[in-house]
């Protein structure tokens, strides 16, 4: 046996060999090649799909529906200051029956487990339609380069997915723990009032903005948004920044500018929450005559996946090999789930995520195993339910 078939079949050799090369995002650092390599093994067709200065790949094997797509990404965050780590971060050492290394959790072994539980369904003839990988370089980075493009590209070849699985790593604690069947939205605000500035003893020939800012901030952050929704919390508004950079003691500043994140849940859209966000400021705007700008960047919409074959499949293979029913939230931040379900109903369950951006990342060997016996039993049931 070949190392390549060794790769395509051992998902634990195979996260190794992602994790040893250092694609932290933009770069990749031959980590797709990798991949590539140990998918066409198998039979896959495989096509990169660089935008600007990242690469991407996707991966196919099968014609027809129904299609079942693994999206993921093979880009990481920086390690950080790599002498604080037990082990180099890109040395992808195995020690105390766990797998060491920048994106073990997040997520070169789940997309290992993946490939190799494809290995294990195209052997055994389980394939009854088309099985893809849609895999990114940009999913830790700007995300503008990578799955949206690769949407678009798909859309534009007159290919279909009918259901995705995301490998982001789901579980909190312990496999079987969450499938995250959702996510909020999140929108990112500036505020900056604009007033006079003056010297502080003769405030009267000034107009200071920092009140202004600090009344439309407290009224915002103490509004409640909503009750929740469906599988959502509250949606929620952080302050995160408030910056006014007057070095001197003694002038009232001419401008203030604060920065703040909401996260919000599918009773809105970035859209209505911009409208909510100017209906709240306005008539304290108006009662303090102080001028101000509002720019919002929605980073995402919320969204819930409501499709219970496809969810039911999922949860009663995870159900199977770890003997946890599995709970069905929209909890944490956000992945590109977000742009994958305008084209398709999508899940994501991967590995247990606890020490996933941090020094000394890792996950337990074993569960890397059992994620490529959960995902094999996931291909196997869906071919067998969906296809015609």
């Known amino acids: 046996m ?14 190794r060999a992602l994790i040893r090369r250092p694609s932290v995002t933009p770069l990749d650092a031959g980590a797709l ?3 590539q390599t140990a998918l066409t093994a198998l039979g896959f067709r495989a096509t990169r799909l660089p935008f600007e ?3 991407n790949l996707y991966a ?15 880009d990481v965050v920086p390690p950080g200051d790599e002498g604080d780590w037990s082990a180099p971060p890109f040395d992808a050492i195995v020690s105390d029956g766990n797998l060491w290394g920048r994106g073990a959790a997040d997520m070169k072994a789940a997309i290992a487990s ?4 494809a290995a294990r369904a195209v052997k055994a003839g389980k394939v009854k339609g088309r099985l893809s990988f849609l895999i990114t370089g940009d999913e830790e980075g700007k995300a503008v380069n990578g799955t949206v493009k690769m949407l678009e590209w798909l859309r534009a070849q007159g290919i279909d997915i009918d259901h995705c699985l995301v490998g982001e790593p789901s579980n909190p604690d312990a496999m079987g723990d969450m499938i995250k069947v ?3 939205g999140s929108i990112n605000c500036w505020l900056t009032v604009t007033g006079k500035q003056g010297h502080v003893a003769y405030p009267h020939r000034a107009k200071n903005p920092v009140p202004a800012l600090m009344r439309k901030l407290l009224h915002l952050s103490e509004t409640p948004l909503d009750e929740g929704y469906e599988r959502f919390q509250p949606s929620n508004l952080e302050v995160t920044n408030i910056h006014i950079g007057n070095e001197a003691h003694n002038v009232i500043p001419a401008k203030a500018t604060a920065r703040f994140n909401i996260r919000f849940n599918p009773t809105w859209t970035g859209e209505s929450i911009q409208d909510w966000l100017r209906d709240q400021i306005e008539p304290i705007a108006q009662e303090t005559g102080a001028r101000y700008t509002l720019d919002c960047v929605v980073s995402g919409e919320a969204f819930l996946t409501t499709d ?4 039911g499949l999922l949860s009663a293979c995870v159900e199977e090999k770890t003997g946890r029913k599995p709970e069905l939230s929209t909890s944490g931040g956000t992945s590109d789930a977000r742009f994958i379900k305008d084209y398709a109903p999508v899940a994501e369950f991967g590995l247990v995520g606890a020490t996933m951006h941090q020094t000394d990342e890792h ?5 890397i195993e059992l994620l490529a016996d959960i995902y094999e039993a996931v291909i196997t049931k869906y071919f067998e339910t969906f296809a015609q």
Do not use: K
């Open 2 to 15: 070949s190392e390549i078939d060794n790769l395509a079949q051992s998902p634990v050799a195979l996260a």
């Open 33 to 35: 090649d990798v991949l």
């Open 53 to 55: 200065d990242i690469d």
């Open 60 to 74: 196919e094997i099968g014609d027809g529906g129904p299609h079942l797509c693994f999206a993921g990404h093979t």
């Open 114 to 117: 993946f490939a190799s539980a």
């Open 182 to 184: 959702g996510r909020r």
């Open 308 to 311: 219970m074959d496809f969810l």
């Open 363 to 367: 996950v337990a060997v074993g569960d």
